[in-house]
């Protein structure tokens, strides 16, 4: 997918690992024109070579991207943002909702990361995976990865950026969740507030979301966008009808 027009371009991507013997495929956006290369959410540690590969084809790379917007705290968004910026040679200007703003920047720990979420995911770990590969997953949980946050951005606030880019708060998946709205594609980018499951396209997962009451209220938000795309960030594209299916997931 591509073309919003002559001035910018959009591009969903797609970046895949084994995780936790699994493969889980997530799907960052980039956006850019002739000024702009922004990057929505930085996928999972250790993947800044995936980003390499996955940009190439666009012509561009790590060093091109001037802003990186992440629309949550958890670590599958900020993952590779720490060693993005170190590998960049200007600074990338990164952007995130004021109430995530203290997660990302690791004053506070990411809101999923309990005790009880700890002992869980070690559970979890098949018995065939190496000691060395459990231990660093383990510390990946504890430690996570954190970036300053140079900019706050607000509901409704339009980023002047390749063509106009809309703030859209949509909480309850984490109470600072963000998605956007790029204004020339009719591109929703909904990060985490949607999901396509089987090419159906679905409301937020109510094993990852902290307040699915105030998540659903985000998806009525949602529904009033006159979007003709979406990109979920996992799941990937999802154009059939969008702004009715929105709707009736939302049973306006």
Same mark, same amino acid.
Request: glycine letters at 6%.
């Given at each position: 997918?591509?073309?919003? +027009?002559?001035?910018?371009?959009?591009?969903?991507?797609?970046?895949?690992?084994?995780?936790?013997?699994? %493969?889980?495929?997530?799907? &960052?956006?980039?956006? @850019?024109?002739?000024?702009?290369?922004?990057?929505?959410?930085?996928?999972?540690?250790?993947?800044?070579?995936? #980003?390499?590969? %996955?940009?190439?084809?666009?012509?561009?790379?790590?060093?091109?991207?001037?802003?990186?917007?992440?629309?949550?705290? =958890?670590? =599958?968004?900020?993952?590779?943002?720490?060693?993005?910026?170190?590998?960049?040679?200007?600074?990338?200007?990164?952007?995130?909702?004021?109430?995530? $703003?203290?997660?990302?920047?690791? =004053?506070?720990?990411?809101? $999923?990361?309990?005790?009880?979420?700890?002992?869980?995911?070690?559970?979890?770990? &098949?018995? +065939?995976?190496?000691?060395?590969?459990?231990?660093? #997953?383990?510390?990946?949980? $504890?430690? &996570?990865?954190?970036?300053? %946050?140079?900019?706050?951005?607000?509901?409704?606030? %339009?980023?002047?950026?390749?063509?106009?880019?809309?703030?859209?708060?949509?909480?309850?998946?984490?109470?600072? @969740?963000?998605?956007?709205?790029?204004?020339?594609?009719?591109?929703?980018?909904?990060?985490?507030?949607?999901?396509?499951?089987?090419?159906?396209?679905?409301?937020?997962?109510?094993?990852?979301?902290? +307040?699915?009451?105030?998540?659903?209220?985000?998806?009525?938000?949602?529904?009033?966008?006159?979007?003709?795309?979406?990109?979920?960030?996992?799941?990937?594209?999802?154009?059939? +009808?969008?702004?009715?299916?929105?709707?009736?997931?939302?049973?306006?």
């Amino acid at each position: 997918m591509n073309q919003a +027009n002559r001035a910018s371009q959009i591009h969903m991507l797609d970046i895949s690992s084994i995780i936790m013997g699994k %493969v889980d495929i997530i799907h &960052p956006t980039i956006i @850019h024109d002739d000024e702009q290369a922004i990057l929505i959410d930085a996928g999972y540690p250790g993947q800044i070579s995936k #980003f390499t590969e %996955v940009l190439e084809p666009y012509g561009l790379g790590i060093q091109d991207l001037t802003k990186v917007i992440l629309t949550h705290q =958890d670590i =599958d968004h900020i993952g590779s943002l720490p060693a993005m910026l170190e590998q960049s040679e200007h600074q990338i200007e990164v952007l995130a909702s004021a109430e995530e $703003k203290s997660f990302i920047e690791g =004053d506070e720990m990411i809101l $999923k990361i309990t005790p009880e979420a700890l002992a869980a995911a070690e559970a979890m770990i &098949p018995a +065939n995976v190496p000691e060395q590969w459990k231990q660093a #997953f383990l510390s990946t949980l $504890k430690n &996570p990865p954190k970036s300053p %946050v140079n900019r706050v951005i607000h509901d409704g606030e %339009v980023l002047p950026v390749c063509g106009g880019l809309e703030v859209i708060a949509t909480p309850g998946h984490t109470p600072g @969740h963000i998605s956007l709205y790029h204004i020339p594609s009719k591109t929703l980018i909904a990060g985490d507030a949607l999901r396509v499951v089987d090419g159906r396209l679905c409301g937020p997962d109510p094993e990852q979301t902290l +307040n699915m009451t105030q998540a659903m209220e985000s998806v009525k938000k949602l529904a009033s966008y006159d979007a003709q795309t979406v990109i979920c960030y996992h799941g990937g594209l999802f154009q059939d +009808n969008v702004s009715q299916t929105i709707r009736e997931l939302a049973r306006i």
